[in-house]
């Protein structure tokens, strides 16, 4: 286990920590309270070794906090399971990776998504998304289905027109400026943008790059509802089912709302990219 997944677990781990002080107990007492190793106690609170249910249970009845229980075998579950990686699972190809997701769209009523480099998949055209998978079928070896991978993506966008859904995005500024593709490729995805703004339930704010902000963060995040985070790494996507984790991101998002232009300002960021990417000379 690795990058963000591997954060998880040390999370976890500093949790654990947090209830034992909060009894205040040293570790090797509760090693010695449960039977176990001292180093034991160690190597799950930095995250070295992944608590089993047993041994959180434990942990929790010899710190008296035996309400944490539930809600620390669900983060120990999520931290275990969330870790999905792209390669195993895009053997079959990415139109099976697009497909594989469209119920999840479908079921969705809340869409939030945060993206800071490229278009977000629900607004891409198809030659946009065609370049961006011919990029990962050749860097990870991957079956050479970017055409069918297209199909099914604008398939999934078919959600933007259908049901009562909500969509909200903030993206950066550089998600405009990010050249996909040729500069023709990138004149007709940013005048999709313009065309997907003027949707009703569609909210789209920009962040501009020399703007004044009050959150930070690293890599995208979709929050689809209440239930779950996708969190999408160059190998992996991490699936975070936990409440509290959800509620985390959630907050998250509303501070880089708040960092976010809208309506004339976020058209006029994408206007002067268009004319940027115009004027170049052919």
């Given amino acids: 286990m690795s990058g963000p997944a591997q954060q998880a677990r040390e999370a976890l781990g500093a949790r654990l920590r947090e209830i034992r002080n909060d009894a205040d107990i040293t570790a090797r007492t509760l090693a010695s309270r449960v039977g176990w190793h001292f180093t034991k106690v160690s190597k799950i609170e930095h995250g070295t070794r992944a608590p089993s249910e047993a041994d959180i249970r434990s942990w929790c009845q010899a710190c008296h906090?035996?309400?944490?229980?539930?809600?620390l075998i669900a983060t120990a579950r999520a931290v275990e399971s969330m870790y999905v990686e792209w390669r195993r699972h895009a053997r079959a190809g990415l139109r099976q990776l697009q497909e594989a997701s469209i119920s999840l769209y479908e079921r969705t009523r809340l869409f939030r998504v945060y993206e800071p480099l490229v278009i977000p998949?629900?607004?891409?055209?198809?030659?946009?998304?065609?370049?961006l998978f011919e990029f990962w079928v050749s860097f990870m070896g991957l079956p050479?289905?970017?055409?069918?991978?297209?199909?099914?993506?604008?398939?999934?966008?078919?959600?933007?027109?259908t049901g009562d859904r909500q969509f909200q995005f903030v993206l950066e500024e550089q998600v405009l400026h990010t050249r996909v593709g040729a500069t023709a490729v990138m004149v007709g995805q940013l005048d999709r943008m313009l065309a997907v703004m003027s949707l009703p339930r569609v909210n789209?704010?920009?962040?501009p790059a020399a703007g004044e902000r009050d959150s930070w963060t690293e890599g995208n995040f979709w929050i689809f509802d209440d239930s779950r985070v996708h969190v999408e790494t160059a190998s992996a996507r991490l699936t975070i089912?936990?409440?509290r984790e959800i509620d985390l991101y959630a907050r998250l998002f509303e501070r880089l709302q708040h960092s976010a232009i809208y309506g004339p300002g976020a058209r006029a960021l994408i206007a002067r990219a268009l004319k940027e990417l115009t004027s170049e000379p052919s």
């Fill in 65 to 71: 906090a035996e309400d944490e229980i539930p809600d």
């Fill in 121 to 131: 998949g629900l607004f891409t055209t198809a030659p946009y998304a065609n370049a």
């Fill in 144 to 161: 050479g289905d970017a055409e069918s991978a297209v199909a099914a993506r604008m398939q999934r966008q078919s959600v933007l027109y």
């Fill in 204 to 207: 789209v704010g920009i962040i």
């Fill in 241 to 243: 089912t936990q409440r």
